[in-house]
């Protein structure tokens, strides 16, 4: 095992121990924890990838950043949750779409279905809050830089699986959703 293999693995076991609890569903830490605990998920995640890229198959660190990515992911959920429950935090959508892109970059070696789904839930996700005008502005508006940044990663997604007809649709459908959203702004502030 590689030195900074052991490392990574160590540190995960570090967060596991000092918050057992973390991926209880009635477990909920302080925003600023449980963000440091997604940042160090996350990084570990992308480690364990770059370890996997360098290795001969069969790897163990490719299901190591499986699973650590899918760890960032319960804890990216609970933040959201948090965020939209308590009306703060409306940065916290970028940690969530993040986490559905870690995933499914990591799935888009194997299960192609599973990383468009991924892609997709985080496109809704960001859609659905940026016209939810029960949301302040603050909120729909990292919704909308969210949205932008998962339709990048989704036309990115289908031009390298050669699929450009779902590449211009959700092009277009995301041209028009916007459009839309803009709108809406502009009629507020007049």
Not at 113 to 138: G, I, K, P
Not at 175 to 180: H, I
Request: charged share 20%.
């Amino acid at each position: 095992m590689v030195k900074s293999d052991t490392a990574s693995i160590e540190k995960v076991d570090e967060i596991e121990r000092l918050f057992p609890n973390l991926l209880a569903i009635d477990t909920l830490y302080s925003i600023p924890d449980n963000i440091a605990i997604w940042q160090e998920y996350t990084q570990q995640g992308n480690q364990f990838i770059k370890l996997g890229a360098l290795a001969q198959p069969p790897n163990p660190n490719t299901d190591r950043a499986r699973a650590v990515y899918n760890s960032a992911m319960s804890v990216a959920e609970k933040l959201w949750q948090q965020a939209q429950a308590r009306r703060t935090n409306p940065e916290i959508i970028h940690i969530y779409v993040i986490s559905c892109y870690n995933l499914a970059d990591y799935y888009a070696a194997n299960n192609l279905s599973h990383a468009e789904d991924l892609l997709m839930d985080a496109y809704d996700v960001a859609l659905l809050t940026m016209q939810d005008a029960n949301f302040d502005l603050d909120f729909q508006l990292e919704a909308y830089q969210s949205f932008q940044t998962v339709l990048r990663h989704l036309v990115d997604f289908y031009v390298r699986q050669h699929n450009h007809k779902k590449m211009t649709a959700i092009s277009i459908a995301a041209g028009r959703q916007a459009r839309q959203f803009l709108s809406s702004i502009n009629k507020c502030q007049s």
